[in-house]
């Protein structure tokens, strides 16, 4: 019988350790989304989406961006912060990729700090064209479910 319950005890460990670990692994991934549009110019009618995740062990940040009906060609396209919505920041992480087309795929390590601002919604991220050189469509990156 002692042994029997032994047996168990270890069985039940085990079984423990790996819902533990399985739940770490899972907490370590944030997702994120952010709607991207005008910030109230009637003329401007593009719009955009992007969703990310951010292991919050590495710091690695990837990132899906799809966008369409801007004024022209994309010349510059940054994630900025730290901000709180509609306010602004500065460039903390720019898009690298030439020309700058839908969609945008990327991939980031972030530093400790940017992780943590982008975690908690103080980043945005934002499409610049010839017309709207301070930013035509952005959107505020935040937690998704």
């Given amino acids: 019988m002692k ?3 032994k047996m168990s005890i270890r069985i039940l460990s085990i079984a423990l350790v790996f819902s ?3 739940f770490v692994a899972q907490a370590a991934t944030v997702h994120l989304k952010a709607s991207l549009k005008s910030s109230g110019d009637a003329n401007i009618t593009g719009t955009g989406t992007l969703t990310a995740t951010l292991d919050t062990v590495t710091n690695e940040f990837k990132y899906h961006i ?3 009906g801007l004024t022209g060609a994309v010349v510059a396209a940054h ?5 709180a919505d509609g306010e602004n920041a500065k460039p903390q992480l720019p898009v690298k990729t030439s020309p700058i ?3 945008i795929d990327g991939t980031a390590t972030l530093t400790p700090e940017q992780a943590k601002d982008l975690a908690d ?3 945005y991220f934002n499409l610049h ?3 709207n050189p301070k930013g035509e469509i952005r959107g505020q990156v935040v937690a998704s479910e």
């Fill in 3 to 5: 042994h029997q319950n």
């Fill in 20 to 22: 533990f670990l399985s």
């Fill in 66 to 68: 799809e966008f369409s």
């Fill in 79 to 83: 994630f900025h912060g730290p901000a």
């Fill in 101 to 103: 087309a839908s969609p």
């Fill in 121 to 123: 919604g103080k980043w």
């Fill in 129 to 131: 064209t010839a017309a």
